[in-house]
C-alpha cells in the first residue's frame, strides 16, 4: 500500500505562487506514473498535471501549461507542483494520486489507484 500526504497548499494573492509537496509511503513511488487533479466547489475533479516514473515525460492541462511544473524527488519519494502566476481559478482542493504503471495512465482519475486527502489553494483576487 501507498500513502500520500500532501501539503504546501494555503492563501495566496492572485499572481502569487505556491509549491505542493506530495510525499510517498509505504513503498516506493519512484517508478510510478504521478498526478495532481484538483477539485473546485460544485465542480468535477479535473487533472492538472502528470509525471512519468523515472522522472520522465511530464504533461499539463491546457489551463495551467506554462505556470504550473510538476517534478519529482525519488531520493525522497515526494513529487512537487511548482504553482506560479496563480489566477482565482486555480482555487480549489489540489489532491496528489499515483498509479501502478510507470507510464500510460493519462489523465482520467479512475486510472489512479492512490490518492492523498488533499491540501486548500485558494486564489484571492
Known amino acids: 500500500q501507498v500513502q500520500l500526504v500532501e501539503s504546501g497548499g494555503g492563501l495566496v494573492q492572485a499572481g502569487g505562487s505556491l509549491r505542493l509537496s506530495c510525499a510517498a509511503s509505504g513503498r516506493t513511488v519512484s517508478n510510478y506514473v504521478m498526478g495532481w487533479f484538483r477539485q473546485a466547489p460544485g465542480k468535477e475533479r479535473e487533472f492538472v498535471s502528470l509525471i512519468q516514473g523515472s522522472g520522465g515525460i511530464t504533461y499539463y492541462a491546457d489551463s495551467v501549461e506554462g505556470r504550473f511544473t510538476i517534478s519529482r524527488d525519488n531520493a525522497k519519494n515526494t513529487v512537487y507542483l511548482q504553482m506560479n502566476s496563480l489566477k482565482p481559478e486555480d482555487t480549489a482542493v489540489y489532491y496528489c494520486?499515483?498509479?501502478?504503471?510507470?507510464?500510460?495512465?493519462?489523465?482520467?482519475?479512475?486510472?489512479?489507484?492512490?490518492w492523498g486527502q488533499g491540501t486548500q489553494v485558494t486564489v484571492s483576487s
Open positions: 494520486a499515483g498509479s501502478t504503471y510507470s507510464r500510460g495512465t493519462g489523465t482520467p482519475a479512475d486510472r489512479y489507484v492512490y
